[in-house]
């Protein structure tokens, strides 16, 4: 299973990006997808997750502000992020996890910079 990430960038403060992660291989037709980030010397922190029938957890620096969606057909999940903070630059990794397998993404910058 690979995991494809797009989306990244660089944006002002109060600006949106659209993360993208595109699953391909063969994964289990249940399975909760994910999107965490980390920045130098921190650990890697959970930023949001979905589950496939669309049970949504965010963490609380980002509620309200960032949505996460999969399109199960695609085998691909999304984070729609709005409002972005300084403090959301990091690298942003996808994540997919099925029983006991778990499969990351290579990770992608975003950058909130004026």
């Known amino acids: 299973v690979q995991l494809v990430e797009s989306g990244g960038g660089l944006v002002q403060p109060g600006g949106s990006l659209r993360l993208s992660c595109a699953a391909s291989g063969t994964i289990f037709s249940v399975n909760t997808m994910g999107w965490y980030r980390q920045t130098p010397g921190k650990e890697r922190e959970l930023v949001a997750t979905i589950s496939t029938g669309g049970s949504t957890n965010y963490a609380d620096s980002v509620k309200g502000r960032f949505t996460i969606s999969r399109d199960n057909a695609k085998n691909t999940e999304y984070l729609q992020m709005n409002s972005l903070k300084p403090e959301d630059t990091a690298v942003y990794y996808c994540?997919?996890?099925?029983?006991?397998?778990?499969?990351w993404g290579q990770g992608t910058q975003v950058t909130v910079s004026s």
């Open positions: 994540n997919v996890r099925a029983f006991q397998y778990e499969w």
